[in-house]
């Protein structure tokens, strides 16, 4: 199976809003409300953000958020922060399996 | 306070076999359905296999055949057999909690297969 489809990079000034896709198809993305994202900075592990496509756990600041429309799920982050800059991946259940997205990217200019 | 601890990476040759293991911590681990993820140095997050609380499993379609993935209740750890193993394989190896996401993670185990 595929990796999920999201843009290699994204970049935003301090205070402002990135959005990043991330495509299936109607066997994960589509198919059920159980998309993720996690965010990696070098050397670390994951961690998640967001899950069940627009869930924030505790502790995660709520300029994080999720949607999912169709095939495409996307995480939005309002109020870009030095401490935003990472990796970002999305993950869908898809069927008995998970996917991750290629990753994505985020530059704090 | 959830904690899991990988052990088992190093060092193998082509074709070799390696355990991996990762020990949970802080929470009721029979209950939970278990993953791991491979990140290969420089690439993304890939995942690798799945045991529900039940004992099933399932495996991606890369190591299937290859990789087994198991649990031990009593000792509150999972594994992974990982047998037949390539240069493609070389990766840390990240367990991680099924719940509200991949909600827990290891600080995962580095393996190496080069001759």
């Known amino acids: 199976q595929s990796a999920l489809t999201q843009p290699r990079s994204v970049s935003g000034s301090p205070g402002q809003s990135v959005t990043i896709s991330c495509t299936g198809t109607?066997?994960?993305?589509?198919?059920?409300?159980?998309v993720s994202w996690y965010q990696q900075h070098p050397g670390k592990a994951p961690k998640v953000m967001i899950y069940?496509?627009?869930e924030r756990p505790s502790g995660v600041p709520d300029r994080f958020s999720g949607s999912k429309s169709g095939n495409t799920a996307s995480l939005t982050i309002s109020g870009l922060q030095a401490e935003d800059e990472a990796d970002y991946y999305c993950?869908?259940?898809?069927?008995?399996?998970?996917?991750f997205g290629g990753g994505t990217k985020v530059t704090v200019l | 306070e959830v904690q899991l601890v990988e052990s088992g990476g190093g060092l193998v040759q082509p074709g070799e076999s390696v355990r991996l293991s990762c020990a949970a911590s802080?929470?009721?681990?029979?209950?939970?359905?278990m993953h791991w993820v491979r990140q290969a140095p420089g690439k993304g997050l890939v995942w690798v296999s799945l045991?529900?609380?039940?004992?099933?499993?399932n495996h991606a379609d890369s190591v299937r055949g290859r990789f087994t993935i198991s649990r031990d209740n009593a000792k509150n750890t999972v594994y992974l057999q990982m047998n037949s193993l390539r240069g493609e394989d070389t990766a840390v190896y990240y367990c991680?909690?099924?719940?509200?996401?991949?909600?827990?993670w290891g600080q995962g185990t580095l393996v190496t297969v080069s001759s």
């Open positions: 991680a909690r099924d719940a509200y996401g991949l909600s827990y």
């Open positions: 993950c869908s259940w898809a069927g008995n399996s998970l996917i």
């Open positions: 802080g929470f009721a681990f029979s209950s939970y359905r």
């Open positions: 109607s066997s994960d993305v589509g198919g059920y409300n159980y």
């Open positions: 069940d496509v627009t």
């Open positions: 045991i529900h609380a039940d004992g099933s499993t």
